[in-house]
C-alpha cells in the first residue's frame, strides 16, 4: 500500500513501506475528486515503470516515481471511495488487480 505525494499528467511519486526496483512495473489506482473532474468523484488504474526510487526516509518509506504508460477509468463504486491520495502499487497489496466488467483503458499518450 503506499500514499501518492505528487501526481500530475505524465506519473506519479508515491510512498510506500515496500522497495521497489528501479524499472519495475508499478501499478496503481487512484480516486480523482470532483474538484478534480468538475464532475463526480472517478477511479483510474494507472499502469507504468518506476524510474527513480529514493530512501528509505522519514518513517522508513521509500520514494518511488513512476512514469505511466497506461490508464483506465474503473467502473462506479458501490461503497465508499478511498481518498484520492491513497495509492495501491502492484505487488504490493493489489486488491484490485483483476480487470473489471466496464472498464475504459487507454494508452498513455505524453
Known sequence: ?????????????ILTEAKVAEAAVVEFTLV??????????????????????????????????????????????RSEPRPAERATAAGFDDAEQAQEYGARSYPWRA
Open 32 to 77: 480523482l475528486p470532483p474538484e478534480v473532474t468538475l464532475t463526480e468523484s472517478m477511479r483510474v488504474r494507472c499502469r507504468g515503470k518506476a524510474i527513480r526510487v529514493e530512501g528509505p526516509g522519514l518513517g522508513a518509506k521509500f520514494g518511488v516515481a513512476v512514469v505511466v504508460e497506461h490508464y483506465e477509468f474503473l467502473p462506479e463504486l
Open 1 to 13: 500500500m503506499g500514499v501518492t505525494q505528487d501526481v500530475s499528467a505524465r506519473g506519479a511519486f
